[in-house]
């Protein structure tokens, strides 16, 4: 390996994880091909100084939601306080649905318990929902 390629090489090593501001290249909006955070993509064109490039191809998603919209979800962390604020049931049960709806895994999670007397359990909370 020649030294222009070592420094090529380290180069290349030292900009993964850089950000880049990148533009949807004009075939992919013309087919309406929306890129979402999580996307897989192809960039190409960098300009590691200008800290820019082009998304030359959006690779298939493996799951989607649309609210928010992100895509290749593996969980979804469904997350309320029991106090401080309460929760209200008809928000539980909106989001619950809402992420029951996508088909992707999820959890719901109760903090602040420490914060509740003994009597108020998530499963009193629940049969009220």
């Known amino acids: 390996m020649t030294s222009t ?8 090593h030292s900009m993964i994880g850089t950000e880049l501001l990148c ?3 004009a ?4 087919i309406k091909k929306v890129v979402m955070v999580g996307d897989k993509v192809l960039v190409s064109g960098i300009d590691w100084i200008d800290g820019r490039g082009m998304v030359e191809e959006v690779f298939d998603r493996k ?3 649309s609210d928010p919209p992100v895509a ?7 997350l309320f306080s029991l ?8 928000s539980v049960s909106r989001f619950v649905l809402e992420a029951e709806s ?13 914060l509740v007397s003994q ?9 009220h929902a």
């Not at 390629?5 to 290349?12: F, Q, V």
Request: no cysteine; charged share 30%.
């Open 23 to 25: 533009v949807v290249r």
């Open 72 to 78: 290749n979800v593996d969980q979804i962390l469904v």
């Open 83 to 90: 106090d401080r604020p309460r929760p209200e049931p008809t």
């Open 27 to 30: 075939v992919l909006k013309k």
């Open 119 to 127: 009597e108020v359990s998530v499963s009193t909370f629940i049969s």
């Open 63 to 65: 799951s989607e939601t």
């Open 102 to 114: 996508t088909g992707i895994p999820f959890s719901l999670i109760f903090n602040k318990i420490d």
């Open 5 to 12: 390629e070592r420094g090529a090489k380290e180069l290349e």
